[in-house]
T-cell receptor
């Protein structure tokens, strides 16, 4: 298995809802990442997990809460989001920080906050 | 990590070579050049990387100038499926910051029939 699987592919949520995005990989990668991408903009790094521990948080608002339950799974819990949080949320994983083999990205969850 | 400069957009005829330039004039000695691409509605895809030697794989070739201040990604026979945004990224290994992949603006390549 050489893929990163993200679910759901599309999500519409209200500003008072709580929802979660899920990301899964079975490549044995020990680093996992969340990125946010607005339309026609490059992806922006949100969080980095290394060996299931949060190693980088790029000053992301607390309404986004990441979780890494095990080495194959990464969640992003969403609460009280704003319409401007509507974006494509991308998950990625890497074997060695991505230096020799690059990052493997999922296809993303397209989130709409109404 | 060093900053990169890429043209905003480029066109290429199908079947011809696509040459995508990237300027990284402030690159440090231990920084590698990476290329990713993002096809519409998909996540970015790793293409190739190099330090100072030219590199080739099944997807593309990477030519890095001798002074390492610029590079060119070559898609030898572009197809319509190569239409995507191509990102040139410079990064150094090691440390917490070395675990970050930061995307710049990229080049929007349109392959035309």
């Amino acid at each position: 298995d050489t893929e990163v699987t993200q679910t759901p592919k599309h999500l519409v949520m209200g500003m008072t809802n709580k929802k979660s995005l899920k990301c899964e990989q079975h490549m044995g990668h020990r680093a996992m990442y969340w990125y946010k991408q607005k339309a026609k903009k490059p992806p922006e790094l949100m969080f980095v997990y290394s060996y299931e521990k949060l190693s980088i948080n790029e000053s992301v608002p607390s309404r986004f809460s990441p979780e890494c339950p095990n080495s194959s799974l990464l969640n992003l819990h969403l609460h009280a989001l704003q319409p401007e949080d509507s974006a494509l949320y991308l998950c990625a994983s890497s074997q060695d920080g991505g230096f020799n083999y690059g990052y493997t990205f999922g296809s993303g969850t397209r989130l709409t906050v109404v | 990590d060093a900053k990169t400069t890429q043209p905003t957009s480029m066109d290429c005829a199908e079947g011809r070579a696509a040459n995508l330039p990237c300027n990284h004039s402030t690159i440090s000695g231990n920084e590698y050049v990476y290329w990713y691409r993002q096809i519409h509605s998909q996540g970015p895809q790793y293409i190739i990387h190099g330090l100072k030697n030219n590199e080739t794989n099944e997807m593309a070739s990477l030519i890095i100038t001798e002074d390492r201040k610029s590079s060119t990604l070559i898609l030898p026979h572009a197809t319509l499926r190569d239409t995507a945004v191509y990102y040139c990224i410079v990064r150094a290994p090691g440390g917490n910051a070395g675990n970050m992949l930061t995307f710049g603006g990229g080049t929007r390549l349109m392959v035309k029939p």
